[in-house]
T-cell receptor, first 109, second 117 residues
């Protein structure tokens, strides 16, 4: 079945440093979504990527979708304490969505 | 716009007991999802409905779990009988549609935290 892995599992950064999480699918995806989950909260949608090689930016966040549509990345520039949480990718195959394993980000003030 | 509603928020039961969760999606959302999220892991899709039809239930343990979405709106997820390993947060989400390539942002409810003793 479809599997979606993320690395790293955990990341501790000093406030102001950059952060990147990588998402890899075992199968080709029709689209990929990214979600953020704060401690004790529920996942909140960040963005959706559909096209091969697509790059989207949201302020300090940059999202990329690989050319083969099997991998994706999320990069945060100059992290802030408000960025703390777990970031999940969710890959959608034919009618089926699979969440990744998540990357937990801790930001040290 | 009202969000996805779930109840109860917390539930504690003993193993072998039964439990049911309720979800009311955002009005007009055709697709409804139930996820199981074990502490420290990503959400695992249990079942996906498109209106009142099942799109995917490949990861639903059908010997003990059941779900229905009558009239294509509200949904209930039931566990009978519960096992210790069912302790998790059960998340309900909804989206406008689910066609590949379409914009299908999922809106999540607050979840139900189940503890099985």
């Amino acid at each position: 079945g479809q599997q979606v892995m993320q690395i790293p599992q955990y990341q501790h950064v000093q406030e102001g440093e950059d952060f990147t999480t990588y998402c890899n699918s075992s199968t080709t995806l029709s689209n990929i979504q990214w979600y953020k989950q704060r401690p004790g909260g529920h996942p909140v949608f960040l963005i959706q990527l559909v096209k091969s090689g697509e790059v989207k930016k949201q302020k300090r966040l940059t999202f990329q979708f690989g050319e083969a549509k099997k991998n994706s990345s999320l990069h945060i520039t100059a992290t802030q304490t408000t960025d703390v949480g777990t970031y999940f990718c969710a890959g959608r195959g034919y009618q089926k969505v699979t969440f990744g394993t998540g990357t937990k980000l801790q930001v040290i003030p | 716009e009202a969000g996805v509603a779930q109840s109860p928020r917390y539930k504690i039961i003993e193993k072998r007991q039964s439990v049911a969760f309720w979800c009311n999606p955002i009005s007009g959302h055709a697709t409804l999802y139930w996820y199981q999220q074990i502490l420290g892991q990503g959400p695992k899709l249990l079942i996906q409905f498109q209106n009142n039809g099942v799109v995917d239930d490949s990861q639903l343990p059908k010997d003990r779990f059941s779900a229905e979405r009558l009239k294509g709106v509200d949904s209930t997820l039931k566990i009978q009988p519960a096992k210790l390993e069912d302790s998790a947060v059960y998340l309900c989400a909804s989206s406008l549609g689910q066609l590949a390539g379409s914009y299908n942002e999922q809106f999540f409810g607050p979840g139900t935290r189940l503890t099985v003793l």
